[in-house]
């Protein structure tokens, strides 16, 4: 007997991305009581800006481990965010969030020009993340301000 595959919806894709964002939302533990780790096939890749691309499952654990020590809470705005599905494996989420980082607290929006606007990019296959790049800002609370003319000329 062959093994098959059917074709995910993207709706189906879509529900796999806001299980991985309320595990982040809930430390890291999935609505079944599982790790966010589950979700991921097991040569997954991720990419977080300023640690680079992870490889694995193991990479990515050491990535979420190493960001994760860093923030005392997370809040995804799941009523304000904009997906794009690309007809393929691809899907994108733009959206917003708040929360606690060690160096102090941030809301999308607050300052304009500060941390919690994000958008990642999916690759999502056989109910298993293949593959997230995340972009946002990873200076969660602010601080690096001095290298920036504009952000200086503001206070």
Request: aromatic share 14%; proline share 2%; hydrophobic share 40%.
């Amino acid at each position: 007997m062959a093994l098959t595959m059917q074709t995910m919806t993207d709706e189906q894709r879509k529900s796999v991305a806001i299980e991985y964002l309320k595990a982040f939302d809930n430390g890291g533990v999935t609505s079944t009581g599982g790790s966010i780790l589950d979700l991921f096939a097991e040569d997954a890749l991720v990419f977080f800006p300023k640690w680079g691309v992870a490889n694995g499952k193991d990479q990515i654990g050491k990535l979420f481990g190493d960001v994760g020590r860093t923030l005392k809470s997370i809040s995804h705005h799941y009523a304000h965010f904009n997906w794009i599905f690309s007809g393929s494996d691809v899907i994108v989420c733009e959206g917003t969030s708040h929360g606690e980082h060690r160096d102090g607290s941030w809301r999308a929006g607050v300052p304009a020009w500060g941390a919690g606007n994000w958008c990642d990019v999916f690759e999502i296959r056989d109910w298993k993340i293949q593959r997230v790049y995340i972009y946002l800002d990873p200076d969660y609370a602010g601080r690096d301000t001095a290298r920036y003319d504009w952000l200086n000329a503001r206070d």
